[in-house]
């Protein structure tokens, strides 16, 4: 049975890096591997980012324009950078 689709807009075999400055933590992982993270505020940092950017890719692909292939950005506190790899 297939796995539902965890954020609307991007596969959760998607390839990301992400990176929490204010830790200097970088990690390579899925999208579903995000929900493993087991620091609830770097977890929830994380997803919120990743949201946000699914979101602009969604508006911007109705208006038929650029799609962004990263995000950054202060969520829930901590200053957060996403990029979907091989997208």
């Known amino acids: 049975m297939r796995t539902k689709q965890l954020i609307s ?3 959760n075999s998607q390839k990301i890096r992400f990176v929490l400055h204010d830790c200097n ?10 929900q493993k993270i087991s620091n609830r505020e770097w977890h929830d940092a994380v997803w919120e980012c990743l949201v946000s950017l699914a979101n602009y890719r969604n508006r911007s692909a109705e208006k038929g324009g650029i799609l962004a292939c990263g995000q950054s950005g202060q969520w829930n506190g901590k200053n957060v950078q996403v990029d979907l790899i091989n997208y």
């Open 25 to 34: 933590f970088e990690m390579e992982c899925q999208v579903s591997d995000v």
């Open 9 to 11: 807009g991007l596969n």
